[in-house]
């Protein structure tokens, strides 16, 4: 008997840590847009590639252009017929680049340390970017869902009545059917809205890059006109370009540096005839006697610096076009907002309490009273989505004006 309670208790205590835990993780923790984006930055392997090339190119830059390899041989020479002994070296010879070139050299890895740091900063764009659509598309699947859930209350009520009417003998089977027919779809959307959630919620936690399961609280914010600022050429999707212009033109510089000379020097440990040790040196200069093909390298660098001023302008003109394109859709989509809020939200809502009302008491048919809650469950979708795609756009807008 004791053994029995015993494991009674055993069970009971298993029961309650399983249910304990099964909640704990059915639970997620939530944060805001600002922590979602600082842990996104600090997971994603976009961000440390860009760090590195920058570590990369820094180290390039404070490095000692690599000088020639140095040459160590053996020579020998005044050998006569009789093999009588002559004159045996031991040979150091290297050459050396001006300090001039090695600046130059330097400085053009300056240069694509700047190219990296602006990548840097378009990528934490686009990384912030992708981010806040991932936190408003949850938002929005969240809020669907409530409402669904809403509407689907609705039809329940719906069902309720013409259930108690057809009880009462107030009216036949079709109203039930119609309000039984409304109810399943309204469970059907209610199903799909949890699955949009779910998705949603996975891809938004896929871009914070961590182990935590987290959700979001709240809302929607209502629709303002934000339109954002004008094109500045601190904007990083200008900024990258203007940094590839000014690799091109150091390209030019390192090019130009092929026609500096070297200097060539050289040492030589000697013996001669058996006198040990004798000693020599070696001085000159290495000068390019057929330049055409460096002044063809030099012009070809020259044209890409055009290329990329060139790129230049074709950016900005393309910002300007996107940037205008999403402003009208932006000032449209708030219009829509605005109408539905102020004029049509109020209108379906008096309607359908007085169609509530009214088909209560039997002044409208089941038809009327359907139609009108209808109208005020698309309304209150339309709205939603409206907002949605409002903020969708005004995270566009800011992405490519670069804030």
């Known amino acids: 008997m004791i053994r029995q309670n015993f494991k009674i208790k ?4 298993l029961g309650i840590i399983v249910a304990m835990t099964s909640s704990s993780f059915g639970q997620s923790e939530t944060i805001n847009l600002e922590e979602a984006l600082n842990l996104a930055r600090k997971n994603y392997a976009g961000l440390e590639r860009d760090r590195l090339s920058i570590e990369h190119q820094n180290k390039l830059a404070s490095t000692k252009v690599q000088q020639s390899p140095a040459q160590i041989f053996l020579s020998g020479e005044e050998f006569g017929a009789d093999n009588q002994s002559g004159v045996h070296s031991i040979n150091l010879q290297q050459n050396f680049y001006l300090p001039k070139a090695t600046k130059i050299q330097q400085e053009f890895y300056k240069k694509g340390a700047l190219l990296a740091e602006k990548n840097l ?3 934490d764009q686009e990384l912030k970017r992708q981010v806040e659509q991932a936190y408003f598309q949850l938002l ?9 859930d809403a509407n689907s209350k609705l039809y329940e009520d719906f069902l309720s009545v013409t259930t108690a009417q057809l009880e009462a003998g107030e009216t036949g089977k079709i109203p039930q059917l119609a309000a039984r027919s409304r109810l399943g779809q309204a469970k059907l959307a209610q199903e799909h809205s949890k699955e949009k959630y779910q998705i949603a919620k996975t891809l938004f936690n896929q871009w914070l890059g961590g182990n935590t399961q987290f959700d979001i609280a709240g809302e929607l914010p209502v629709g303002s006109n934000l339109l954002g600022d004008s094109i500045s050429l601190s ?5 990258i370009i203007q940094a590839q212009r000014e690799v091109a033109n150091a390209k030019i510089a390192t090019e130009k540096a092929q026609l500096f000379p070297q200097i060539n020097s050289g040492i030589k440990l000697q013996t001669a005839n058996g006198t040990f040790p004798l000693f020599g040196y070696q001085v000159g200069v290495n000068v390019p006697l057929f330049k055409k ?4 390298r030099i012009e070809a ?4 610096v055009k290329v990329q001023e060139a790129s230049l302008k074709n950016e900005q003109q393309k910002l300007g076009r996107t940037i205008s394109e999403l402003r009208y859709r932006l ?6 907002l605005e109408f539905l809020q102020e004029d049509l939200t109020p209108i379906v ?4 309490a007085v169609n509530q009302a009214a088909y209560r008491e039997g002044e409208i048919s089941y038809l009327e009273y359907l139609d009108g809650l209808e109208q005020v469950i698309k309304v209150k979708q339309q709205y939603l989505t409206a907002l949605y795609e409002f903020h969708v756009l005004q995270i566009e807008v800011n992405y490519w004006l670069g804030k």
């Open 10 to 13: 055993m069970w009971l205590w």
């Open 121 to 123: 900063a378009l990528t």
């Open 140 to 148: 929005f699947a969240k809020q669907n869902q409530q409402l669904v």
């Open 235 to 239: 904007n990083p999707h200008l900024q």
């Open 293 to 296: 093909a460096y002044q063809g």
């Open 301 to 304: 660098a020259e044209i890409e």
């Open 331 to 336: 000032e449209h989509q708030l219009h829509i």
């Open 349 to 352: 809502t008096e309607q359908s």
